[in-house]
């Protein structure tokens, strides 16, 4: 009796383990489909911004051109791949360690596990709509511009950089705390690699979406237009393509803090004291953190008025954090602060600091001050 129960279950089990299997697979016929990429107006005259690419600027028509465009290129979302000769076939992937991961194979395998844990939040294409996403203060991010918002990278000329694959594992391992981006922390290191690639692929081809969309509507018909951009796509696939590499020579080293923590490497409570009235002379004054974050570090907008209207470059609300909260999104390590505050935090108003403007330790005091805000909150009492 207990022999054909045996059996009906192995059988179950392998139905039960094919079906599953066969909803992480996208349908074959899925295209990648072209979704609006959103930007902030300009805040003084409330035009839209320069390079927005919207659906009433390009027509469905046009869409299609695009998705003829890209597909070669960037495949569909059950077989996505990076195949550069199909532009030109003197161009191939830069032999760099941030581009592993961009083979068929791989990359297959990423979508897979982007379709089982990222796409309801991060969308199908990447543009942050997927179908939770609307519902989520900060939304999640549109993998398809430059702006990264937790990086260690930066560019000396002044660039925007776009992380590191250290930095996108750092985010995806330990999630965004303070937003609904969850830790992904039991994925194996493998998994983790591949959805690290799958979003890289998304990043390239969303902006090539961008960039050759752009041409498409700048032209005053549409087949001058397809001309132009079939004309201009491997020179911005090479840039696209390159921008992703040598990341790790960008990466911002940390300074050893000559400080950390204030109060207990300081050798009299006088010279804490005064190193923490330093720190809050350079919030307050020079940092001039307080012109957004307040005196407080509440970045109350009755305190600063700018705060209600102030948005993101996509165009979303966005309040400054916080800081008596003690919850940062990039990381609460010293040095995530440290990079924070020096390389600020890309498609937000929070700027960066050059050297000039704060030396190494000022921008160390700084992370103390930050740190002990929280520490300084008043405990909330419940009223009586
Ligand atoms: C429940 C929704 C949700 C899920 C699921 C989710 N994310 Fe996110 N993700 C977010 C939100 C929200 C943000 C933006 C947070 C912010 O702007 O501070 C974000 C941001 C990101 C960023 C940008 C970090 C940066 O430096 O700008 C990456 C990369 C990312 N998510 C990758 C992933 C990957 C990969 C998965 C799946 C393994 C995933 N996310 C699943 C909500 C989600
Ligand atoms: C022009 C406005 C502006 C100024 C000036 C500014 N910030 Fe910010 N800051 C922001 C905004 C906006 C955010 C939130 C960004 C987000 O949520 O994506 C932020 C976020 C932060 C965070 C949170 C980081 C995290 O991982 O969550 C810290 C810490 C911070 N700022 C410190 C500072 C310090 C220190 C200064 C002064 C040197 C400063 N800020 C100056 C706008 C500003």
């Not at 209207?309 to 990039?330: A, E």
Request: charged letters at 25%; a neutral charge; aromatic letters at 8%.
């Amino acid at each position: 009796m207990g022999r054909p129960a045996y059996w009906m279950r192995i059988v179950l089990a392998c139905l039960l383990f094919s079906i599953t299997g066969c909803e992480d697979r996208y349908p074959e016929e899925l295209e990648y489909y072209f979704s609006p990429h959103t930007r902030r107006p300009d805040p003084q005259t409330k035009k839209p911004a320069p390079d927005e690419l919207t659906e009433a600027q390009l027509k469905p028509e046009a869409q299609r051109v695009l998705g003829r465009l890209l597909k070669p290129i960037f495949g569909t979302p059950a077989h996505p791949k990076v195949d550069l000769a199909q532009a030109d076939d003197t161009l191939t992937l830069p032999d760099d360690p941030e581009l592993a991961g961009l083979d068929a194979k791989t990359l297959e395998e990423g979508s897979r596990l982007y379709r089982r844990f990222c796409i309801h939040c991060h969308g199908i294409v990447g543009d942050g709509r997927g179908s939770t996403g609307r519902w989520l203060n900060p939304p999640p991010r549109d993998f398809r511009t430059i702006w990264f918002k937790f990086r260690s990278t930066y560019d000396p000329s002044g660039a925007v950089a776009l992380p590191s694959r250290e930095d996108l594992r750092r985010t995806i391992h330990n999630g965004i705390p303070g937003a609904s981006m969850p830790s992904f922390a039991l994925l194996s290191e493998r998994e983790t690699e591949a959805i690290i690639s799958y979003v890289i692929h998304l990043n390239m081809r969303g902006r090539m979406e961008h960039a050759l969309g752009r041409i498409l509507v700048e032209q005053s018909d549409l087949s001058s237009g397809e001309t132009e951009a079939s004309a201009a796509l491997p020179d911005i696939l090479r840039v696209v393509v390159q921008s992703w590499t040598s990341q790790k020579k960008l990466v911002k080293p940390v300074p050893a803090a000559p400080r950390w923590p204030i109060i207990e490497t300081a050798s009299t409570t006088e010279e804490a004291a005064a190193l923490m009235r330093r720190a809050r002379d350079l919030f307050v004054n020079k940092g001039a953190c307080v012109q957004c974050h307040g005196v407080d570090g509440r970045g109350d907008p009755r305190e600063v008025p700018d705060n209600a209207v102030r948005r993101d470059f996509w165009g979303n609300p966005l309040l400054p954090r916080d800081l008596t909260h003690g919850v940062f999104r990039g990381g609460s390590r010293p040095q995530d602060l440290f990079w924070r505050i020096r390389l600020g935090i890309a498609g937000t108003d929070m700027p960066a600091t050059e050297e000039k403007q704060l030396s190494d330790e000022e921008v160390w005091l700084l992370v103390n001050y930050v740190l002990d805000m929280a520490r300084a909150r008043p405990a909330v009492t419940l009223a009586e």
